[in-house]
């Protein structure tokens, strides 16, 4: 059955004529919201393993991660291409030298077609992105930028420690490379209402922004939004509630926008709540059933 709406997965299998494996890589960043240029103990809802996968290890080379983890999938799922994939906290956040001797390390593979940087849009710069565009003639390159909101007032409650326009200044200098753009954006944040998140996807409709990875407001062990939770101060979506939000999220996108994902969960071992959220394919299930209901 045809997708209802322009997946990820999709996209890379016409493109590359098979599936299309990514690898999700910490190699050894912080954020600026952690180390106290801009502020402390980072964004409310992310712990200590910054959004790594569960199989990244942010103490072995990326070289060495990489070699680990496509000798599984290879072993596993007989996969044949990868897409190296910066994901742990913010991938730009270091001088140009260190970010070229990082990303260089992917260079000796041959089966990887694609590289993936995820940041936050404060951390990029011109001289940055030069770098990161010097790797297109060898791979489909995306920039991956933390929004979460276009709403100051939540980025501010969420300790984003950046503004919206950060975001636009991010979107302006990289469309000077070429680059495709993919934002991350959560739903479910604090005090936000359905009409704030319908205002956020007109708004990546509004600046064409390539993809789009939808997340849903969780709670992990670790974080501060812990203790806000056990506090009570907190709200969590329900699963149906989850579901129509997506959908009218998607609605409200372009639908030339690649959709890389439709929700998202920590390790089942930090995970706190809602508990719904670790059946992630369920989810995803309610998510592509909805939209064929009689």
């Given at each position: 059955?045809?997708?209802?709406?322009?997946?990820?997965?999709?996209?890379?299998?016409?493109?590359?004529?098979?599936?299309?494996y990514?690898?999700?890589?910490?190699?050894?960043?912080t954020?600026?919201n952690?180390?106290?240029?801009?502020?402390?103990?980072?964004?409310?809802?992310?712990?200590?393993?910054?959004?790594?996968?569960?199989?990244?290890?942010?103490?072995?080379?990326?070289?060495?991660?990489?070699e680990?983890?496509?000798?599984?999938?290879?072993?596993?799922?007989?996969?044949?291409?990868?897409?190296?994939?910066?994901?742990a906290?913010?991938?730009?956040?270091?001088?140009?030298?260190?970010?070229?001797?990082?990303?260089?390390?992917?260079?000796?593979?041959?089966?990887?077609?694609?590289?993936?940087?995820?940041?936050?849009?404060?951390?990029?710069?011109?001289e940055?992105?030069?770098?990161?565009?010097?790797?297109?003639?060898?791979?489909?390159?995306?920039?991956?930028?933390?929004?979460?909101?276009?709403?100051?007032?939540?980025?501010?409650?969420?300790?984003?420690?950046h503004?919206?326009?950060?975001?636009?200044?991010a979107?302006h200098?990289?469309?000077?490379?070429?680059?495709?753009?993919?934002?991350?954006?959560?739903?479910?944040l604090?005090q936000?209402?359905?009409e704030?998140?319908?205002?956020?996807?007109?708004?990546?409709?509004?600046l064409?922004?390539?993809?789009?990875?939808?997340?849903?407001?969780?709670?992990?062990?670790?974080?501060?939004?812990?203790?806000?939770?056990?506090?009570?101060?907190?709200?969590?979506?329900?699963?149906?509630?989850?579901?129509?939000?997506v959908?009218?999220?998607?609605?409200?996108?372009?639908?030339?926008?690649?959709?890389?994902?439709?929700?998202?969960?920590?390790?089942r071992?930090?995970?706190?709540?809602?508990?719904?959220?670790?059946?992630?394919?369920g989810t995803?299930?309610?998510?592509?059933?909805?939209y064929?209901?009689?």
């Open positions: 059955m045809r997708q209802p709406y322009n997946d990820y997965n999709t996209y890379l299998r016409n493109r590359y004529g098979r599936k299309v990514r690898i999700a890589l910490d190699a050894g960043f954020c600026p952690r180390d106290g240029t801009k502020g402390r103990g980072g964004c409310i809802y992310c712990n200590e393993r910054g959004s790594r996968a569960s199989y990244a290890n942010p103490g072995i080379p990326v070289r060495k991660q990489l680990w983890r496509i000798s599984y999938l290879k072993e596993k799922r007989g996969a044949g291409k990868f897409i190296a994939y910066f994901q906290f913010s991938n730009t956040y270091a001088p140009v030298e260190r970010l070229k001797a990082v990303y260089d390390e992917v260079l000796p593979f041959e089966n990887i077609v694609g590289i993936s940087i995820g940041t936050r849009p404060d951390t990029i710069d011109e940055k992105l030069r770098l990161i565009a010097s790797y297109k003639d060898r791979y489909e390159v995306w920039m991956e930028y933390g929004l979460q909101t276009i709403h100051d007032r939540t980025l501010e409650a969420i300790n984003r420690c503004a919206y326009k950060d975001f636009l200044f979107v200098i990289t469309r000077k490379f070429d680059i495709p753009i993919c934002a991350h954006v959560i739903l479910g604090p936000e209402t359905k704030d998140m319908m205002a956020t996807a007109r708004e990546l409709k509004r064409e922004i390539d993809g789009v990875k939808i997340h849903l407001f969780h709670v992990l062990k670790g974080s501060r939004l812990e203790e806000i939770y056990k506090r009570g101060e907190v709200k969590l979506l329900a699963q149906d509630e989850y579901v129509e939000l959908r009218a999220f998607l609605a409200n996108l372009s639908p030339k926008t690649i959709i890389h994902r439709l929700t998202a969960e920590g390790p071992s930090e995970h706190i709540a809602p508990e719904w959220a670790l059946d992630k394919m995803i299930d309610k998510i592509k059933s909805s064929y209901r009689v």
